[in-house]
Nanobody
Framework: QVQLVESGGGLVQAGGSLRLSCAASGRTFGTYALGWFRQAPGKEREFVATITWSGGTTYYADSVKGRFTISRDNAKNTVYLQMNSLKPEDTAVYYC?????????????????WGQGTQVTVSS
């Protein structure tokens, strides 16, 4: 079992930056792919970014490519999402998730473990 706890959300103006963190505990963290998803009010949860267990492969949704960066520190059991040039449409609850896989996964069904989410609000 993997437990995930997100932090770092908040209110920021458009064009600003935030860094989300997700601390993991439980089973071997290093063998899991980790992802970030988000869910805006009235919308389905959507994929944002993912990183493989080694950190060697990352993949991003087109809507955040070039603005967001996912990284992980297996020694600290933590995954990060650096968000730059934020837009009002980035406003959502952001969730960290873990999947027992060695390859890139981008759908919610592929992820076995989820955090409780952290709110990100971008004002215009």
């Amino acid at each position: 079992q993997v437990q995930l706890v997100e932090s770092g959300g908040g209110l920021v103006q458009a064009g600003g930056s935030l860094r989300l963190s997700c601390a993991a505990s439980g089973r071997t963290f290093g063998t899991y792919a980790l992802g970030w998803f988000r869910q805006a009010p009235g919308k389905e949860r959507e994929f944002v970014a993912t990183i493989t267990w080694s950190g060697g492969t990352t993949y991003y949704a087109d809507s955040v490519k070039g603005r967001f960066t996912i990284s992980r520190d297996n020694a600290k059991n933590t995954v990060y999402l650096q968000m730059n040039s934020l837009k009002p449409e980035d406003t959502a609850v952001y969730y960290c998730a873990a999947a027992n896989t060695l390859v890139v996964r981008t759908t919610t069904y592929d992820y076995d473990h989820w955090g409780q989410g952290t709110q990100v609000t971008v004002s215009s």
